[in-house]
């Protein structure tokens, strides 16, 4: 069965433009898989390497470093929602590329898929499609052709890609999760980004044994999205309740929300707090079952989140990633959301501390080569954190003062006083039971 592959007239358009170039064109697939059929929503180009502060522009495939496109694909991937993967590369060139597929494409191609595979918590792999599309643009007669690779096998198989916007259906999925996660250091020859993955990894199991549930409600998982547009009441209705987002929750397993289970006593050198909110918004095909609606909203946590954890330790000077005897916050940037022009599908940025929206424009032109035309369209989901609460609790956990211990006297009043309270209702409920009869 041929793979199709359906896409934004605009995004042909874009190709079309990138023509116009004398030089090779190479870029990433965006998009969501479901079965046989892909729904791209976005084509970003690779930008060539920094040579001395001058872009090299790419002469022909063969001067494209694998690295580079892998790169791109990290970081891409970062400021992708749940359910949304790299599909894939497209190139625009005059070579011939797919018949044969170009040894060199199949290396661009794995080592894509290796750098990948090697942040797991990324989730830059799709469990629904092993392929990976290419999809040439041919600069001389202005015409198309797509193909796929299997990397496990090494074969090719055709491809439709078709340039038409009717197909391209969305539902909008809405989940805020608060992460409070606490853990004692034992050990200080342990870095604090191993223990802040072993934080995102313990947050990631939970979230697979999560129940999810969608506008309070627990729905059967082979039951596809299209269930809540049915819901509706009226036309009405329908109208209002198009941009409103599907709202989800998750009910946590108790050896996941509480840390009494199995309590013991350690000798701690300190300790290691993870606390926020994480906005997640999530953009699927109607289509797709609550079982995969519940996977998207969980990768895309665990891939915010993961995303932070590693933007924030490589800014961090040398010396600020190891423990020391005194007391500091971190912030980690927060999550903004960007519109794709022509779709309701929106993707991620993210702000360090003390940065405006002019740092996103500048990164989402160099990594996803979107310009965005009125900064108002950013729309900032979670907004700067307070501190002041955080740096309260430090001081007041720093206190030496000592709570001192309730006597047993005062205990054994406390019960007897609770217990003469509990009698007098008691009391009271039946005399008011014996006056109505």
């Given at each position: ?5 359906v896409?934004?007239?605009?995004l042909l358009?874009y190709?079309?433009?990138l ?5 090779c064109t ?9 079965g046989?059929k ?7 180009k ?20 694998d ?7 990290k970081h891409?991937?970062?400021m ?6 790299i ?15 170009s ?6 191609l ?8 090697k942040?797991e ?28 690779y299997c990397l ?5 198989t ?8 009717k197909?391209l259906a ?24 191993d223990?802040l ?10 979230l ?7 506008n309070?409600?627990?729905r059967?998982?082979e039951?596809?999205l ?6 509706k009441?009226?036309k009405?209705?329908?109208?209002d309740?198009?941009?409103k ?27 290691l ?16 079952n ?15 989140l993961t995303?932070r954890?590693?933007m ?10 190891n423990y020391n005897?005194?007391?500091s916050?971190?912030?980690p940037p927060?999550?903004?959301?960007i ?13 360090f501390?003390?940065?405006?929206v ?9 990594i ?7 900064k ?15 740096y309260?609790?430090?001081?007041e ?10 006597a ?27 006056l109505?009869d």
């Amino acid at each position: 069965m041929v793979r199709v592959a359906v896409a934004d007239s605009d995004l042909l358009d874009y190709l079309s433009n990138l023509n116009s170039s004398k030089t090779c064109t190479i870029g990433l697939i965006l998009g969501q898989s479901m079965g046989k059929k892909d729904f791209v929503v976005h084509l970003a180009k690779t930008m060539p390497t920094l040579t001395e502060k001058t872009a090299t522009a790419f002469k022909n495939i063969a001067d494209i470093p694998d690295g580079v496109v892998a790169d791109h694909a990290k970081h891409t991937t970062r400021m992708l929602p749940g359910g949304i993967y790299i599909l894939g590369i497209f190139l625009v060139t005059e070579e011939h590329v797919l018949n044969p597929l170009s040894a060199k494409v199949k290396s661009i191609l794995r080592h894509m898929h290796s750098t990948l595979s090697k942040h797991e918590l990324l989730y830059g792999k799709s469990a629904e499609n092993a392929e990976q599309l290419v999809l040439h643009y041919n600069k001389k007669s202005n015409t198309y052709t797509a193909t796929t690779y299997c990397l496990e096998s090494s074969t090719c198989t055709p491809a439709e890609f078709n340039f038409n916007s009717k197909d391209l259906a969305w539902e909008h999925l809405e989940c805020f999760y608060e992460v409070n996660e606490t853990v004692l250091i034992t050990d200080r020859n342990l870095s604090i980004k191993d223990e802040l993955k072993k934080i995102a990894r313990k947050i990631n199991n939970c979230l697979r044994t999560g129940i999810y549930l969608f506008n309070g409600q627990v729905r059967s998982k082979e039951d596809s999205l299209v269930i809540l547009k049915k819901m509706k009441m009226s036309k009405a209705e329908l109208t209002d309740a198009e941009d409103k987002p599907v709202s989800v929750s998750i009910l946590m397993p108790l050896n996941c929300t509480s840390s009494i289970i199995n309590a013991e006593t350690v000798n701690a050198k300190g300790f290691l707090k993870i606390t926020g909110l994480i906005c997640s918004n999530v953009w699927l095909h109607p289509k797709y079952n609550f079982k995969k609606a519940s996977d998207a909203i969980h990768e895309d946590i665990i891939r915010s989140l993961t995303s932070r954890l590693s933007m924030h330790f490589d800014s961090l000077t040398e010396g600020e990633g190891n423990y020391n005897d005194s007391s500091s916050i971190h912030e980690p940037p927060r999550r903004v959301l960007i519109p794709l022009s022509g779709s309701k599908v929106m993707l991620t940025d993210y702000l360090f501390p003390g940065e405006g929206v002019e740092e996103t424009v500048l990164s989402l032109q160099d990594i996803l080569d979107i310009t965005i035309q009125t900064k108002s369209a950013i729309k900032d989901v979670e907004g700067p954190v307070d501190l002041a609460e955080y740096y309260n609790e430090m001081s007041e956990g720093g206190s030496n003062e000592v709570l001192p211990n309730m006597a047993a006297d005062t205990n054994k009043f406390m019960y007897i006083i609770g217990t003469a309270i509990a009698l007098l209702v008691l009391i009271l409920s039946l005399l008011v039971h014996f006056l109505k009869d």
